[in-house]
């Protein structure tokens, strides 16, 4: 489980005498230096099942599936961002590291399907796949890249799928990835304020008033001319998350 091997690190760390107390103020997914509350990690719970069941509409893709070598499928500034019909479902067990995540979308280039075959950890903080109530990118997070602002992780995956367009494979095998957070996204500009050079708090540059599914589906092959650096880089967001 997660909190048996966050417990592990924090015991080691109270095991090194004189610097115990800077390392144990170290960020890590589960607990940030600083916050103001603390909460029960979802297995201290009797009555925790695992099972998140949820839905996501308002969905927004950024850029284009053909776009030219070059692209920022980042596009914090949303200058690429265009609207796209459809949803997203989520049912997944997050103690068994199984479930679905399937996207069904009516892009520029057709009718587009992304789905998680497996999950997998590619990262100890993944918990073996699917994690919740942790801490995710920026650069004091403990967990994840920075291409995203620290923020607030209420349910995330990771693993391996694949991608139809108008019924026929386009991705096979491509890392995935889907996280349910705080409010990255502006909900009037859609823009994203990362980095922000005038942050004077630590909880990240996000807006815990609102709330956001991002998605993505990667290649394994690189290209350094894009943003993010991969060949292949499909990247969504949805603006309304219902659970159930």
Sequence with gaps: ?????????????????????????????????????????????????????????????VGTLNDPPGWDHMDNAAKTVKPVSGGVEIDV????NTGKFEARLKVPEG???????????????QNGGIVASLHEHGTDSGCGDNSWPKTFVFLAGWGYGKATLNGKPLYQDY???FMVTQGIRDRKTLQVRYPMPDRKLPGGEVNPAAQQLDFYIRSPQTNPKNTPAREVFAHFFAMEVTWK
């Excluded at 090194?16 to 997914?29: H, K």
């Excluded at 925790?48 to 927004?60: E, N, P, Q, T």
């Excluded at 009718?111 to 903080?125: G, M, Q």
């Design 1 to 61: 489980m997660y909190s048996t091997r966050l417990l592990c690190a924090l015991t080691a760390t109270t095991l090194v005498g004189s610097t115990s107390l800077t390392l144990a103020q170290q960020a890590n997914p589960r607990q940030q230096p600083g916050a103001s509350v603390t909460l029960f990690a979802p297995e201290q719970h009797d009555l925790y099942d695992g099972r998140f069941i949820l839905s996501a509409s308002r969905v927004y893709m």
């Design 93 to 96: 067990d997050e103690i068994k």
């Design 111 to 125: 009718d587009l399907v992304l789905s998680v075959d497996r999950f997998h950890e590619f990262n100890p903080c």
């Design 175 to 177: 890392e995935m990835h």
